[in-house]
Nanobody, 122 residues
């Protein structure tokens, strides 16, 4: 069992940066693939990024080159660094942990946080 809690969301302007944090408790996050998903109003939840147990990162095409993902095992925390933010990045961002085979599929993740709102104004 693991609990994940997101933090770091907020209201920023286009072009700004934000860093989201995903803190895990219960079991060490290094035992899991940790993914970030987002959901905008009226849209389906979509994959953003993930980091594997051996720290290989994966990104959606829409954020590739702008977002970075990293893991600090000493703090049991995964970070999503978001740069050059665009209004279309506005969404609730969710952190999830799991060990499924398909990294970009939400159903492969067992443990989910409550989400943190990111709003990017133009």
């Amino acid at each position: 069992q693991v609990q994940v809690v997101e933090s770091g969301g907020g209201l920023v302007q286009a072009g700004d940066s934000l860093r989201l944090s995903c803190a895990a408790s219960g079991r060490t996050s290094s035992m899991y693939i940790v993914g970030w998903f987002r959901q905008a109003p009226g849209k389906d939840r979509e994959f953003v990024a993930a980091i594997t147990r051996i720290d290989i990162p994966y990104f959606a095409d829409s954020v590739k080159g702008r977002f970075a993902i990293s893991r600090d095992n000493t703090k049991n925390t995964v970070y999503l660094q978001m740069n050059s933010l665009k209004p279309e990045d506005t969404a609730v961002y969710y952190c999830a942990a799991g060990n499924g085979a398909s990294i970009s599929r939400a159903s492969e993740y067992r443990y989910w946080g409550q989400g943190t709102q990111v709003t990017v104004s133009s």
